[in-house]
């Protein structure tokens, strides 16, 4: 298979676009598309402070490593969650990639306020998966705010899009149907976000992680019940394959015609938003979420007599 | 004969009778855009031919987040 | 395996809602079904005259068969395309069910009225099946006004609709999905339109259809590509095979809490009806699609020199 | 062996070593919701048995149109 630009060797081929390129002209391929998901979906400009969410995974790395080539404003995030082996082992490869293409980076442990992971599993009912990502957008959302970004960005593809709003419309789930997308803008209490990688396929981020030899965090979190939205990824994939293109159209359709009936129904029903009691985040209930995990955390730990 | 290693599950296997990625992929039950096939370091993809003794690394993609 | 509501050898088994039946308690649960989505969707009561299109298939003979033993004042109308020996063998197996359950039929034969599909296929460029489709609906919602029938009921069944659904879902067509459901009312030039077996998959309509020795006409039509939505309907089935039940839970959801936000934004940016210039029937252009087509065909039939 | 009648194909086949419908089911590449599994004008459940010289008709569900 030859490059469909420059006739070289190819080494990626893209069923989806119908193409196939050289390691050169895929990078260009793959900033391209970053390009027009940053214009399109009006994400930043030139002089933005951005936060890149860093899991350590192929997808976050990759992001924070184009942005900064693209000349961007950026600086990594990683959340250290302290599940044993497998955070230490995250933030060891996180630390690694920043100081090799010598990128800023803020780490915060949750442990540190109050809200370390094995507690979360031990000692409160709801599935610890659930309460982590509470956790996990809340302090995102609260650094890029107290630390004054102007926008937060994480690495999600389009193959975890796709597959989020396929579940989410397969339960007709109006809320979150009215509130997905690649970039969702500023509102009281929340930072702009953005998903500068939504038009690239999971496969294509992990070719330009692989070809920029980005060493990724790829073992599975000791407490995942395997990976989510997994079925749904095989679903979507064999009808990709059938029909290349379709999971593209599929989320690009959504967004023209899809989100706004659920924006419209939202506004004639939707829930108000009011600040937490506690830390002031927006939340429709007194209490958010997160305050209410710790709360309950802290209380469960003096009750077994580990916290004075 | 070719040697295959698979990630992320670090389990090596060998395999008779593959001759092109395609081939390859079509016997693991993977679909071309589920995997990165590697040899000596260089990406290859489906169409490429694969030869007796080959060291091919297999790593799928969806992320196990 | 034992029927979950009599013990006796099951013959049916119905992983959806974890139960298997024997013949007699089979029945029970079909009828329930049907009565339940009669009853839910108010789609009519017993003094109403009911129009069922008839294909020949299982689907429509099992829902005229089920409606009349329910008591319902049925009449069948079976549609005759034209379309050489399979037309013939279709009608000729409607024509002997309703002689043998003694149940009225109306036939209307589509070349009477200038609309022979060997024609529509030979001198009309858009593909067959969806002129023949819009001829069909056409003359099923014309005869059940002109007849004052007051509603119009169809075959489809759970496969289908879900199938429909997920296809309008993939497209993000606002218009079909504000517009798609088992029961849509009467609205100016339309008669109302119920599908009394949506609750019921297609297995179990083919299980009812064996039991009750319904001879079906199963022929695909020659001018077919292939069963319509058959790709959705595996992937569908692959869905359901994983999680029973979510079929069912995808199209019920959908018209929960799906249809209402296409309605609200329908209602603000639809395109107004108004008469046909030509046969009254309600369109959004001058001219409707079908009166279009019939006179295209006239018109090339006459060049041809086919038409005096 | 049992002998089996594919509908709507109208096809003919024989197949060995199967012992229950799921297995015949199974063999055909269909999920139980996907086809009727008659023997001797019965509608059996997939956990039946099936024995060597059985006659069965296996028609799929998936309508035509």
Not at chain 1, 47 to 74: C, F, H, N, P
Request: aromatic letters at 8%.
């Amino acid at each position: 298979m030859k490059c469909k630009r420059c006739k070289a060797q190819a080494v990626v081929a893209l069923p989806s676009h119908n193409t196939a390129f050289c390691e050169e002209c895929f990078y260009l391929f793959f900033t391209r598309q970053v390009e027009t998901a940053i214009r399109r979906q009006k994400m930043f400009g030139p002089d933005d402070r951005i936060l890149v969410a860093l899991s350590g995974g192929k997808d976050s790395l990759t992001l924070m490593l184009e942005l900064a080539l693209q000349g961007y404003d950026v600086t990594g995030l990683h959340i250290d969650l302290g599940i044993g082996e497998s955070s230490i082992q995250a933030r060891a490869k996180v630390e690694a990639f920043c100081r090799k293409h010598s990128l800023n980076l803020r780490v915060l442990e949750t442990a540190s306020v109050g809200l370390a992971m094995p507690d979360v599993k031990k000692y409160i009912k709801r599935p610890v998966c659930s309460v982590c990502g509470k956790v996990k957008r809340y302090y995102f959302n609260k650094v890029a705010r107290e630390e004054g970004f102007d926008v937060l960005a994480t690495g999600h593809n389009l193959d975890d899009e796709a597959a989020r709003l396929f579940a989410n419309t397969l339960r007709w789930d109006a809320a979150y149907l009215s509130d997905q997308g690649p970039s969702l803008p500023a509102a009281e209490g929340f930072v702009r976000k953005v998903k500068p990688l939504y038009r690239l396929t999971e496969f294509e981020t992990a070719n330009y992680a692989f070809l920029k030899g980005i060493e990724i965090h790829s073992a599975p979190c000791p407490y995942s019940q395997g990976a989510s939205f997994t079925n749904h990824k095989q679903l979507l994939g064999e009808l990709e394959h059938r029909s290349p293109g379709s999971k593209f159209a599929f989320y690009d359709g959504f967004l023209r015609n899809g989100r706004p009936a659920f924006q419209l129904l939202e506004e004639e029903q939707g829930d108000e938003l009011a600040p937490c009691r506690e830390c002031g985040s927006p939340t429709s209930t007194e209490l958010c979420g997160v305050c209410r995990v710790r709360m309950a955390l802290s209380e469960k730990k003096r009750e077994a007599g580990e916290l004075a | 004969m070719i040697h295959v290693r698979l990630e992320p599950e670090a389990k090596d296997i060998e395999l008779h009778r593959i001759k092109t990625v395609l081939g390859l992929l079509n016997r693991l039950e993977l679909r071309p855009t589920m995997a990165l096939v590697v040899r000596d370091g260089c990406l290859l993809t489906p169409d490429r031919r694969l030869y007796n003794n080959d060291h091919v690394l297999v790593r799928t993609v969806t992320s196990a987040g």
